[in-house]
């Protein structure tokens, strides 16, 4: 080049260099959807496995039955394996792991609004102020990730984030920490309908390049990619520029892994993913086992989304024909997941988390085929299992209409606090947020009855 043409030359924005970096290396439709995502490390001893009710579950009709109370309903409690601990008759086989359970029947927060609910519960902080929380697996997968992993350290599939997007984002740890995503929804359309004699289709788009794209022309792509994010950062050394080029060099290794194989989840003999369940939940415990077994710290799996006249949990009406339904998706996918994790001697590092927003009035609103109940923030469940974990109890107690805590209340900073303490996480280890504020991951105390 010479003088005059460097004179004239327009420098080029960061946005520039990377549109046409996409652009020169041919790669913009099958590289950054990864990139995006990519936190620091994946992979450690410890796992993390939560599985997010999107609407807000009875706990009434799941795991703190009432049958002796006009508020029970229609629904009757079983026996599990674990001596005095019951669960609803339509979590069958997962009565069967009752021994792995510690259900917290004593929850009560102040959040009856979906959207608030549900950024309480996945960041363990009030909505609202200026500071923007990490959601729940940015937080955990940033503590349990090894350095220089192939794989991601959070990974999301089929989340419903039309409730409160922000509760799903990493917050002011940034882009680094946040969740790879698979199968999101983000809209209040239905999702697409399932052929009944088909499985769900869960995949990461665009993970290998197209077959039109040989690895020489891959291999000079990522080059001319790196060439110019080097450059970029050499004259613009910022925190946000180094972080872009090392969600993309994460992005890259993902790509070039064999673990990136867990993702393939037709890999799998079919009496295998039948025991899951067809449906997006069954097929996501399916793609969660796989991934822990590929060193992925923190993954979730959601079940919600429209359909049998609620969104998800959100069972206003149609109560027990709804919960009945979603139900067994929810007994065959965590009870298998549970097994197969045992059977490969992870279930003992891994810690499973069942919880949504709130639960569910213990009364009956609207009687009769459309009977339903509403939110509930005051007295409910949630579930801890696995690794860690002291199962084969229930913690706490509600009064004999469910209407209220009768017996150790427990708040979300003390939920988050004990599952930090079964993953061996230190739940007053800080972060800096970007106000230079120093915010513990959980503020709260440990439940010590629950944890191994």
Not at 9 to 34: E, H, K, Y
Request: charged content about 20%.
């Amino acid at each position: 080049m010479n003088r005059s043409q460097s004179k004239n030359r327009i420098p080029l924005t960061r946005r520039d260099m990377l549109r046409n970096a996409a652009l020169a290396a041919g790669v913009s439709s099958w590289m950054p959807a990864f990139a995006n995502a990519f936190a620091d490390d994946p992979k450690r001893q410890r796992h993390c496995i939560l599985l997010w009710m999107t609407g807000g579950p009875s706990q009434i009709d799941t795991f703190d039955l009432k049958p002796e109370h006009a508020n029970g309903g229609e629904f009757k409690p079983i026996d599990t394996n674990a001596p005095g601990l019951q669960i609803s008759e339509h979590l069958p086989k997962l009565a069967k792991h009752g021994d792995q359970l510690a259900v917290i029947r004593s929850m009560s927060t102040k959040e009856g609004d979906h959207g608030r609910g549900t950024y309480l519960m996945r960041t363990g902080h009030q909505p609202g102020g200026l500071i923007q929380y990490p959601t729940l697996g940015s937080l955990l997968s940033k503590e349990l990730a090894p350095p220089q992993a192939e794989m991601p350290d959070y990974i999301s599939i089929s989340p419903y984030r039309v409730f409160n997007r922000s509760a799903f984002q990493p917050g002011f740890l940034g882009p680094r920490h946040a969740a790879l995503t698979v199968g999101a929804a983000d809209s209040f359309q239905p999702q697409q309908q399932q052929d009944a004699d088909s499985y769900a289709e869960l995949g990461v788009d665009d993970l290998f390049a197209p077959d039109s794209v040989t690895e020489e022309q891959v291999s000079a792509r990522l080059s001319l990619l790196t060439s110019l994010q080097d450059g970029f950062v050499s004259r613009h050394s910022t925190a946000s520029a180094i972080s872009h080029r090392t969600v993309y060099e994460r992005a890259v290794r993902m790509m070039k892994s064999e673990a990136a194989q867990a993702f393939d989840l037709e890999k799998e003999e079919d009496a295998v993913r039948d025991a899951y369940g067809r449906g997006r939940f069954g097929q996501g415990c399916l793609m969660a086992r796989r991934l822990v077994e590929s060193g992925v710290p923190f993954v979730e799996v959601s079940l919600g989304g429209l359909g049998g006249g609620a969104l998800g949990w959100d069972t206003h009406q149609n109560n027990f024909a709804r919960v009945k339904e979603l139900s067994a998706e929810l007994d065959a996918g965590w009870s298998t997941l549970m097994s197969e994790l045992k059977e490969r001697g992870l279930l003992e590092t891994t810690t499973i988390v069942w919880m949504g927003e709130f639960g569910r009035t213990p009364q009956i609103r609207r009687p009769g085929a459309a009977a339903g109940r509403d939110h509930y923030p005051a007295a409910w469940t949630t579930v801890l299992a696995g690794g860690g974990i002291k199962g084969g109890q229930a913690f706490g107690k509600t009064s004999a209409d469910g209407a209220s805590v009768a017996e150790g209340k427990v708040d979300v900073p003390d939920m988050l606090a004990t599952l930090c303490k079964a993953l061996g996480i230190d739940p007053g280890q800080q972060n800096i947020s970007e106000l230079g504020r120093p915010i513990s991951i959980a503020e709260g105390k440990v439940i010590e009855d629950i944890v191994a």
